[in-house]
């Protein structure tokens, strides 16, 4: 990940390329630039995620996608995201936002299980079955994950991919 600027890092914020290489190199938020501060994604995340586990993803995406734009290094908020996006039938664009978030944590079983259920959903059998199988054996990393693996596990079955 990026390294965070210290108090002696000037950043050049008044050009195309200072704004590219405070993003890039220095790990600068949208959120940061515009004065949001954590308490304040925190605060709108916990409504999204209110809205998400209620079944409102069409209440809550509007917000998940502010947070994602301005603090794309957030795993929750991409994560977040891909689920409304799911639950609004857009499995394309959700697994690229799940595909973000396993980027920034590489043991998230769940985000493995949400990408297989995208790709079924478009029809793409045989790589559901193999995500799948990936999040079964990654599910194993982390034991908190065993709910996770047990429905990847019922996935895999249900499309006649046997035991992982």
Same mark, same amino acid.
């Given at each position: 990940m990026?390294s965070?600027?210290?108090?002696?890092?000037?950043?050049?914020?008044g050009t195309p390329?200072?704004?590219?290489?405070?993003?890039v190199?220095?790990?600068?938020?949208? /959120? *940061?630039?515009? %004065?949001? &501060?954590?308490?304040?994604?925190?605060?709108?995340?916990?409504v999204?995620?209110?809205?998400? /586990?209620? &079944?409102?993803a069409?209440?809550?995406? #509007?917000?998940?996608?502010?947070?994602?734009? @301005?603090?794309?290094?957030?795993?929750?908020? +991409?994560?977040?995201? &891909?689920?409304?996006?799911? +639950?609004? &039938?857009q499995?394309?664009? =959700?697994? @690229?936002?799940?595909? +973000?978030?396993?980027?920034m944590?590489?043991?998230?079983?769940?985000?493995i299980?949400?990408?297989? #259920?995208?790709? #079924?959903?478009? %029809?793409?059998?045989?790589?559901?079955?193999? =995500?799948?199988?990936?999040?079964i054996?990654l *599910?194993y990393?982390r034991?908190?994950?065993h709910?996770?693996?047990?429905h990847?596990q019922?996935?895999?079955a *249900?499309? %006649? %991919?046997? /035991?992982?």
């Open positions: 990026a965070m600027p210290d108090a002696t890092t000037l950043l050049d914020r390329d200072g704004i590219a290489d405070a993003f190199n220095h790990g600068v938020t949208l /959120a *940061s630039i515009k %004065g949001l &501060g954590d308490d304040d994604l925190e605060a709108l995340y916990a999204a995620y209110d809205h998400l /586990a209620e &079944g409102r069409r209440d809550a995406v #509007e917000d998940l996608l502010l947070l994602v734009t @301005h603090d794309p290094w957030e795993p929750r908020f +991409q994560f977040a995201y &891909g689920l409304a996006l799911q +639950q609004l &039938g499995h394309e664009a =959700a697994a @690229h936002h799940y595909a +973000q978030a396993l980027l944590d590489a043991t998230d079983a769940g985000c299980l949400r990408i297989g #259920e995208c790709l #079924e959903a478009q %029809g793409l059998a045989q790589e559901a079955e193999e =995500a799948f199988r990936a999040c054996q *599910s990393l034991p908190e994950h709910l996770v693996r047990a990847a019922a996935r895999l *249900s499309l %006649g %991919g046997g /035991a992982a």
